[in-house]
């Protein structure tokens, strides 16, 4: 059974910075893409940014050049760096890994900030 794990949210200052983690664990075959997304109070979940395995990455307009995606898949882990935060950040962050061709979900961690 294929667990995905997130950690490093919590609470910051606009301007902070956080950083995510995602790790992936489990009957692994083999991790593909993995990807952050988020949702907020009464919004439907969005796509952040992803990476495919080999290291091509995608971002939501909203978060270019303020947020990096990166990956280490010796480990099966996958990292956000959010610098420059907003208030409009504020979300449960969920990662995604897509096992094989199934996607699997994190339960998600709470990233607030306050202005």
């Known amino acids: 059974q294929v667990h995905v794990v997130e950690s490093g949210g919590g609470l910051v200052q606009a301007g902070g910075s956080l950083s995510l983690s995602c790790a992936v664990s489990?009957?692994?075959?083999?991790?593909?893409?993995m990807g952050w997304y988020r949702q907020a109070p009464g919004k439907q979940r969005e796509l952040v940014a992803d990476?495919?395995?080999?290291?091509?990455?995608n971002y939501a307009d909203s978060v270019k050049g303020r947020f990096t995606i990166s990956r280490d898949n010796a480990k099966n882990t996958v990292y956000l760096q959010m610098n420059s935060l907003k208030p409009e950040d504020t979300a449960v962050y969920y990662c995604?890994?897509?096992?094989?061709?199934?996607?699997?979900w994190g339960q998600g961690t709470q990233v607030t900030v306050s202005s």
């Open positions: 995604l890994a897509v096992v094989g061709s199934i996607d699997s």
């Open positions: 489990g009957g692994i075959f083999r991790v593909n893409a």
């Open positions: 990476i495919t395995r080999w290291g091509t990455t």
